[in-house]
T-cell receptor
């Protein structure tokens, strides 16, 4: 049973455009929703995270939008740059459940 | 420098030859975990450890063993590797209270090929 469904699997965006990656979860007990960024040859690294008590969190060009009723959350990358090209993973957890990751989205930002 | 280290980074072996991938963290983290990453499947947890001498199965534990004798080390053991264990492996660690609200720090990965 896949607890976190991520889409799209791959994404190509023009430089300066907005990249949007979506995730849906099933377990309503999840209360922590991070996004991890992974560059080729590296381990994933935490990019930004949100808890369900807020509907949006912004850090620079990166924004998480959270919809508790729909059990969905998304990552928006504004003014996408070639340096943002990476694989992005959404994840979810709670105190009693280890992090469950989505399958990842490979983002390519082209000039 | 705070980090998670893994060794070896690359390994080619043959079916049935026991191997160990080491993982060490210098951040005094209680929680450690092993993942495998496969194309199209994302990151799947193999085993995790909440503290010394406390380990538990993740989503794909078959064919793997772990031990947590010291807080800083969490080795992954493949007693009899098979070709379906060819994968990219990551060790990760975080502060106490498991996953909740605590950033996981990942190692650089170990690319394993089993022939």
């Amino acid at each position: 049973q896949q607890q976190v469904k991520q889409s799209p699997q791959s994404l190509i965006v023009q430089k300066g455009g907005i990249s949007i990656i979506n995730c849906a979860y099933e377990n309503t007990a999840f209360d922590y929703f991070p996004w991890y960024q992974q560059f080729p040859g590296k381990g994933p690294a935490l990019l930004i995270a949100i808890r369900p008590d807020v509907s949006e969190k912004k850090e620079g060009r990166f924004t998480i939008s959270f919809n508790k009723s729909a059990k969905q959350f998304s990552l928006h990358i504004m003014d996408s740059q070639p340096g943002d090209s990476a694989t992005y993973f959404c994840a979810a957890s709670n105190r009693n459940t280890p992090l469950v990751f989505g399958k990842g989205t490979r983002l390519s930002v082209i000039a | 420098e705070a980090q998670v280290t893994q060794n070896p980074r690359y390994l080619i072996t043959v079916t049935g030859k026991k191997l160990t991938v080491t993982c060490s963290q210098n951040m005094n983290h209680e929680y450690m975990s092993w993942y495998r990453q496969d194309p199209g499947l994302g990151l799947r947890q193999i085993y995790y450890s909440m503290n010394v001498e406390v380990t538990d199965k993740g989503d794909v534990p078959e064919g793997y063993k772990v031990s947590r004798k010291e807080k800083r080390n969490f080795p992954l053991i493949l007693e009899s590797p098979s070709p379906n264990q060819t994968s990219l492996y990551f060790c990760a660690s975080s502060l106490s209270e498991g996953e909740r609200g605590n950033e996981q720090f990942f190692g650089p990965g170990t690319r394993l090929t089993v022939l």
